[in-house]
């Protein structure tokens, strides 16, 4: 690794869409992987690494609740987001296939597909496939691995029709394996969203006019308490973009509210709003204030 350079953890293996994020947020770039979500977190607050970077929620499958907890529990700040277009691959590997990979023609392509029995990928992308999957391999079983680049290397291996996985299309360049189809995601603008945490908060001459403000915090949970909350910021002509519900504590008891906010920390007009909202809730903690990314309401699900 050469001196001075930006160490960034991610989870899963070279190829997987975690190390893609990183490597196009932060080009030029160390990067250290990771195989759980935690481990990569703890690598920021050990000093090990100056960021992490985390996928958070995905416009067809929705949050990935692991990294939710992350949030909630972690002492890093949100400095960052990154919204990454996901298009799913079906890799087999080289040595399952007989005839030229490189002059599969549409017979020979249905024979292949009718072989696989188990498709290997991280659950959220088989989540997002799961109408591909059902239509075009209807022998095959989803088997679950923690990573989908894990997955395309288990299979690279395989001497077997019957293994193939889901994966970025960086797998190709990385892994023996053969792309036999991409995009093969069931909704077509599918969409990722992380978020990069390192252990100091964004300096604000770095977030700029167009920024989110996440929040985490709680209500004593009376009637109309949320609402009396949330209003605050209504009031103040600042816009909401997105509420979740999660449980927190050491034995996931406590319910929390987690808020992105289109607003800036600093600005005067957050700054008042959140002088009320400390009133109405019981506790709340700034995770972060960071720039939009610009694909923000790119017809991708993601409001600006």
Known sequence: MKKNRVKVAYQGLIGS????????????????SFQSFDRATEAVQSGDAQYVILPVENTSAG?????????????????GEYLLPVNHCLFVSKAAISKDSSNLDKEDLEEILNKIVYVKSHPQALAQCKGFIKEF???????????????????SSEKSEKYAAIGSHLNQETYNVVKLIDNIQDVKNNVTRFLIL?????DVSLIGKDAITTIKFETNHAPGSLVDALKIFQRHKIDL???????????????C??????????SQTMSDALNEFGQVVDKYSILG????????????GFLK
């Open 289 to 300: 204030s960071y720039p939009i990314d610009p694909k923000r309401g790119d017809n991708n």
């Open 17 to 32: 869409y975690s190390y893609e994020a990183a490597i196009n947020f932060f080009p030029d770039s160390d990067y250290v």
């Open 137 to 155: 391999l209807p022998k095959a079983v989803a088997y679950p691995t923690y990573d989908t680049a894990g997955a395309v290397r288990e299979v």
């Open 63 to 79: 949050r990935v609740m692991e990294v939710h907890s992350i949030l909630s529990e972690s002492e890093l700040h949100i400095v």
């Open 198 to 202: 390192a252990k100091q908060p964004l």
């Open 241 to 255: 973009i997105k509420l979740e519900t999660f449980m927190s504590g050491e034995n996931k008891q406590i319910p």
């Open 257 to 266: 509210f987690y808020v992105d906010i289109l607003a800036s920390l600093h």
